[in-house]
């Protein structure tokens, strides 16, 4: 099995994390998670979004949180944001990255924009431009190319079509987001095996939410492909936007604990990333979907033996 | 991406699932579940074990089981033993195939039982030489191959002490058992690829908990490897047995699902598991960890577009 030496995390629990949670979080416990991410080893970080403050109020002091802590040459500290208002925003507090996004869906993106995916990243032109004049680096998003709500299924082709118009626009960084929690394993191998070969200037990061189950398994997939960006979220927080009460982004910890036990190299420390979960954990003051946040790291099980010889059983309890 | 074109799945869940709950099922309860899990295209089960009812009160009534089920000859229904006693048992109620098991932890079944692993497979020659003639197939199962909480590493070596063991004493269906979560995908295809080239006439199972995350990758690498035999367990149930509270097997439902999205038949109804699995997460009373259950599958997130152009936010939330 072929994985990558080493993989990049980016940390999404402060933007896709909390603005799925209903309690606000202060500016200064942000700067304080944003700092222990860092910290720990983590080398990108998506502080938050440049958008309505009305429509998001989560994500209202983007803008301070950027205002604290860029300066760092060793962290790329990037935001998501909707149009040229959200550069001007970007540049007016030192943000020097900025995500765009479309949705993969005609259906969804007809229905809320009235124009196609490839529509709307062509209008998004305004901003690339805007964003290079202001020293601004733009990277796009592409949400449910792995299938959607409406179509289900998103031909590779359409996908393209998408990856195309963006690279038409000046960004050749492209995220592509399975929201839905639709991707297999399989089939993400498949697209990124494609999109890789066809596409070699494109730097591709994935973003895995574990709705059903699968998320793990399609980072599995898309490291043997060759993929080495991945977002993560802190404590497994976040949800899926079209299933209330399905499981989160995966998790960071679980990430970092499974890459680490492969020998593949994420830079983090696991043992800070979980204290991290726990403390988002208790200030979101709900469960998350972490497993290490319940089982603690493997390494962490190794015990003595008892004195007593005392009997430890296994799940395969063969008393007779 | 190499997978099988069909898997078969063990449905464990009615011993490895209610073992680890405190409140006992009425094997009225038991017995509806598995002809439920039957129906829904599972073709072998595990009902439960014969061991000691006093040590592991839940599997009392797996005698019952049998004597209610056994028969339909296109189910194998197997049964989990300890020693002869178990082989008798079994015969007694037209079980037809039992499941002896060791610890890969030479500490851990030398604290137990005051023998090496090896020595306990070779103390398993009169259960398999009894089956044999009671007409009862024995298969063997390894716990903790990949890792326990006393070595961590288990030597490949050593693994392959314990496989030799058991075909010493005649038994070539072998079933290697993650009960403390401390695989990975690298090393379960690493290992699959060695065990499978060398020890070509052995059946293999895998069992995986998902107690750090990892099952589904786990399983993902093992298909890429050539294996198509796996546990699972109705709506998640179990548990890590050395960490309370840690998440469960990997949910039935989740695996066929998955598999269902990747064209890797299991020969299972993916609707009727997730049923099941929601009447096994009622009949116990607790959450469990079946991601399916939370999220349903991923076709009946398909819908019409709403009439009047509701706006549907996926979670890149960019309201301008």
Redesign the interface.
Known sequence: ?Q?PEKITLCEVGLR?GL??EKSLLSTEQKLQLARKVIAAGCRVVELG?F??PR??PQMADTDALFAALAGDPGVELRA????A??VERAAACGCKKVK??V?ASR??NL??LNRTPEESIAGFRDCTALAAERGIEASG?I??PF?S??E?EIPVSQVCGMIEAYLSVGVSEISL?D????A????V??LMKTVQAQYPGVRWWLHF??????A??N???AM?AGVTRFDASFAGL??????P???GN??TE?VV??CE???VATGMDVRQCLAIAGEVQALVGHGTDS??L???C??D???E??EG????????????
Request: charged share 15%.
């Open positions: 099995m994985l896709d603005q799925n979004s958008v309505s429509a998001v998501l944001i909707a149009n208002k959200g765009l996004n949705s259906a969804h229905a809320n998003s949400s449910m299938g709500p409406w289900r987001s929201t839905s929690g639709m297999t394993p399989k089939q191998y498949e939410h574990n709705t059903r189950g699968a793990m398994a980072i599995l997939a043997e976040g949800g899926c936007p079209f299933v009460g399905a499981a995966i998790a679980d604990h499974l036990g492969m020998g497993c290490l319940r089982a603690g493997a390494a099980l190794l015990r033996l008892p010889q005392k009997r430890a059983r296994d799940c395969n309890r063969t008393e007779p």
